[in-house]
């Protein structure tokens, strides 16, 4: 059982603000400016972080016709706005040291529950944070040349507004496991009874799509196997599509996955790792044969150049080969999977198939089915 209090310690909302008094530029722990300087200045104390951007600064010139558009899209460019990210008293100021930025992690928040994943949710600016930044400004209209900039921050603060940490009290289904220790060798693997979670640590944090550092990071005192314990989490999206799922665009030049609705209306995009240079994954459009909620893993070493020379059954489990999710497609061996190392996604290379976090893969098997179709593009909108 899961057991969220709601209570907003890190809101995001547009506030009208003329304080300009003590502002400080954000610099990258490196020198170099850094995501947020393009979002104007900051000025941070302890618990309130305030980021101020100013028409002149930051918005580009608009022609006439253009205005309608930004009204239209509660984009103002006239008057300067306050972003106030609160932080919970709790979270020690070493949460946030290094590369970690709190704007980023409220930009995660609010892409994954736009349903535009980054992926893990660790605060640090990636390459899937930037693909997520980049479907979502497709999907709402916005310059396809910006990034992390103030029109991005404001489309999403007006349309996921809301908490970006929430308390969570663990429970004793949270730690009464079973948990495993997973070792590397596939062979061993498949002696487990169940490649389950290793840690509550570890069960939390997939459950709120959350590095496990980040984790650690916002509750450095917490003892997550104690029932009771109260954590700071992140406000992650609900992970059921609003609709079933038509066509899924699996676009390898970006590493990423697509989901259409009947109409052909964006429901949500993924991270994703596609197939590798020695394994590619396959090309054209197949069909989603069968789902498998709690799926073991079937190694078959006949002709393949990898892994052990047996034959090997890796039973179901967050942690197996295939992270215990497979969507099965037309094209014997290939499909759509979970995997047990979801800060590796996009990262790494596959053996053909289509890796996502195993919360993504969850949500995109619910809303699919027999026959639902899938194009592997090599970009937006064009089978390879």
């Given at each position: 059982?899961c057991?969220?209090?709601?209570?907003?310690?890190?809101?995001?909302?547009?506030?009208r603000?003329t304080?300009?008094?003590?502002?400080?530029?954000?610099?990258h722990?490196?020198?170099?400016?850094?995501?947020?300087?393009?979002?104007?200045?900051?000025?941070?104390?302890?618990?309130?972080?305030?980021?101020?951007?100013?028409?002149?600064?930051?918005?580009?010139?608009?022609?006439?016709?253009?205005?309608?558009?930004?009204?239209?899209?509660?984009?103002?460019?006239t008057?300067?706005?306050?972003?106030?990210?609160?932080?919970?008293?709790?979270?020690?100021?070493?949460?946030?040291?290094?590369?970690?930025?709190?704007?980023?992690?409220?930009?995660?928040?609010?892409?994954d529950?736009?349903?535009?994943?980054?992926?893990?949710?660790?605060?640090?600016?990636?390459?899937?944070?930037?693909?997520?930044?980049?479907?979502?400004?497709?999907a709402?209209?916005?310059?396809?040349?910006?990034?992390?900039?103030?029109?991005?921050?404001?489309?999403?603060?007006?349309?996921?507004?809301?908490?970006?940490?929430?308390?969570?009290?663990?429970?004793?289904?949270?730690?009464?496991?079973?948990?495993?220790?997973?070792?590397?060798?596939?062979?061993?693997?498949?002696?487990?009874?169940?490649?389950?979670?290793t840690s509550?640590?570890?069960?939390?944090?997939?459950?709120?799509?959350?590095?496990?550092?980040?984790?650690?990071?916002?509750?450095?005192?917490?003892?997550?196997?104690?029932?009771?314990?109260?954590?700071?989490?992140?406000?992650?999206?609900?992970?059921?599509?609003?609709?079933?799922?038509?066509?899924?665009?699996?676009?390898?030049?970006?590493?990423?996955v697509?989901?259409?609705?009947?109409?052909?209306?964006?429901?949500?995009?993924?991270?994703?790792?596609?197939?590798?240079?020695?394994?590619?994954?396959?090309?054209?459009?197949?069909?989603?044969?069968?789902?498998?909620?709690?799926?073991?893993?079937?190694?078959?070493?006949s002709?393949?150049?990898w892994?052990?020379d047996?034959?090997?059954?890796?039973?179901p489990?967050?942690?197996?080969?295939?992270?215990?999710?497979?969507?099965?497609?037309s094209?014997?061996?290939?499909?759509?999977?979970?995997s047990?190392?979801?800060?590796?996604?996009?990262k790494?290379?596959?053996?053909?198939?289509?890796?996502?976090?195993?919360?993504?893969?969850?949500?995109l098997?619910?809303?699919?089915?027999?026959?639902?179709?899938?194009?592997?593009?090599?970009?937006?909108?064009?089978?390879?």
């Amino acid at each position: 059982m899961c057991t969220s209090d709601a209570r907003p310690w890190f809101k995001c909302q547009i506030v009208r603000s003329t304080a300009f008094s003590e502002l400080t530029r954000s610099e990258h722990p490196r020198g170099q400016p850094s995501y947020l300087t393009m979002l104007g200045f900051l000025r941070i104390d302890r618990n309130l972080v305030v980021l101020i951007a100013t028409a002149l600064l930051c918005v580009p010139s608009v022609s006439p016709a253009q205005s309608t558009t930004d009204t239209e899209a509660g984009i103002e460019t006239t008057q300067s706005e306050s972003l106030d990210l609160k932080i919970p008293p709790s979270v020690p100021e070493t949460a946030f040291s290094g590369a970690r930025s709190r704007v980023v992690l409220a930009a995660q928040v609010m892409l994954d529950r736009s349903r535009h994943s980054p992926g893990v949710i660790d605060g640090y600016m990636g390459g899937n944070t930037m693909r997520a930044i980049q479907h979502f400004r497709r999907a709402r209209g916005l310059p396809a040349e910006g990034g992390l900039d103030p029109q991005l921050m404001r489309s999403l603060i007006k349309s996921q507004s809301g908490e970006i940490f929430q308390t969570y009290t663990i429970t004793r289904d949270d730690v009464d496991g079973p948990f495993f220790r997973v070792p590397d060798a596939m062979s061993a693997m498949a002696a487990l009874e169940r490649v389950g979670w290793t840690s509550p640590q570890e069960l939390i944090a997939d459950r709120f799509h959350m590095d496990q550092d980040l984790l650690r990071a916002l509750n450095p005192e917490a003892d997550f196997s104690r029932v009771g314990t109260r954590i700071t989490i992140v406000a992650h999206r609900e992970e059921t599509l609003p609709s079933q799922v038509a066509r899924i665009e699996v676009r390898k030049s970006d590493n990423s996955v697509v989901a259409f609705d009947e109409r052909g209306n964006i429901l949500a995009s993924y991270p994703a790792t596609v197939g590798s240079a020695q394994f590619p994954s396959p090309s054209g459009s197949m069909e989603v044969v069968a789902v498998a909620p709690d799926a073991n893993y079937t190694f078959d070493p006949s002709g393949r150049e990898w892994g052990p020379d047996e034959t090997l059954i890796v039973p179901p489990g967050p942690n197996n080969p295939v992270g215990g999710i497979w969507i099965d497609l037309s094209k014997p061996g290939y499909g759509i999977h979970g995997s047990p190392d979801p800060q590796l996604i996009g990262k790494t290379a596959s053996h053909g198939c289509v890796r996502l976090t195993n919360w993504d893969a969850k949500e995109l098997a619910d809303a699919v089915r027999q026959g639902t179709r899938v194009v592997f593009a090599n970009q937006a909108g064009g089978a390879s």
